[in-house]
């Protein structure tokens, strides 16, 4: 099979696999699927804020003894790819290897101790991610990052046209991602520190997403003015928001409240 026919036959494959997913699992599941099919031995995702740097969601499906080394040791301080992509630009391709043999004693150039991230690729390899490559979609502050990590390099696999197939592979993927919700079964919001709403809490930010104001919402809800108060405060300080608009907004970017 020729590189243009596998190309052809995994955009195919792509989109009746897509397509035959609803629910946010199924869609995830599919993505995954798809990502083997192109090389890589897991997906991760997430969705920021790129003015505040806030994260919405992340979800992964990297080995979990790996993510719980990750998370303990923090190295989601220093993780070049994460921040890049909080800041919509996440490189095409990020080679872990190669970069630790570039490592000079300060570090990355943004301040990260090496020692941080040469245990970040150490760990990533002893795991054979030993790529990522990753596609960043921003329409104004909010965006998108879908990055794929490989044992392979994956130019392997199409060779000159491997940026164009993962470029058309993972915009279709990125097109179906939806955040993990309620169903959330493997992910991580590194950092966030945030905590899922209660019922409650989420009847009143819908309101408040249909530009309803507390009056109103106590009314349409039957309950105080002061109760439609406390409970934006506590959404707020469970999104770890600083004002009403901005709980609001993560919410939304969360999966907790639909608009």
Not at 20 to 35: F, G, H, K, L, P
Not at 143 to 171: I, M, N, W
Not at 178 to 205: I, K, M, N, T
Request: with cysteine.
């Amino acid at each position: 099979m020729t590189t243009t026919t596998r190309f052809a036959q995994l955009i195919i494959d792509t989109a009746d696999a897509l397509a035959s997913a609803d629910t946010s699992d199924e869609i995830w599941w599919s993505i995954n699927r798809v990502a083997a099919r192109i090389g890589a031995k897991a997906v991760n995702a997430g969705s920021f804020a790129r003015s505040t740097q806030e994260i919405g969601w992340i979800r992964s499906s990297m080995d979990p003894l790996w993510l719980e080394e990750y998370a303990d040791a923090g190295l989601f301080a220093v993780d070049p790819l994460l921040g890049d992509a909080m800041r919509g630009k996440a490189p095409p391709l990020y080679d872990v290897l190669g970069r630790d043999r570039s490592l000079q004693g300060a570090g990355d150039g943004n301040g990260a101790p090496v020692g941080k991230l040469r245990a970040l690729h150490s760990g990533m390899a002893s795991y054979d991610y030993n790529y990522m490559i990753a596609h960043s979609w921003f329409e104004g502050d909010a965006g998108l990052c879908l990055a794929l990590g490989c044992r392979e390099d994956p130019h392997d696999l199409f060779g000159p046209g491997t940026a164009r197939a993962f470029s058309a592979v993972s915009a279709m993927m990125a097109s179906r991602l939806v955040a993990p919700g309620d169903a959330l079964h493997e992910g991580w919001a590194y950092g966030a520190g945030w905590q899922p709403l209660l019922p409650q809490e989420r009847d009143v930010l819908a309101c408040l997403a249909n530009g309803l104001g507390p009056f109103a919402i106590s009314e349409r809800l039957a309950i105080t003015e002061v109760e439609v108060v406390r409970r934006i405060h506590s959404a707020a300080l469970k999104m770890r928001a600083r004002t009403h608009d901005q709980a609001l907004a993560l919410a939304i970017a969360r999966g907790q409240v639909e608009p």
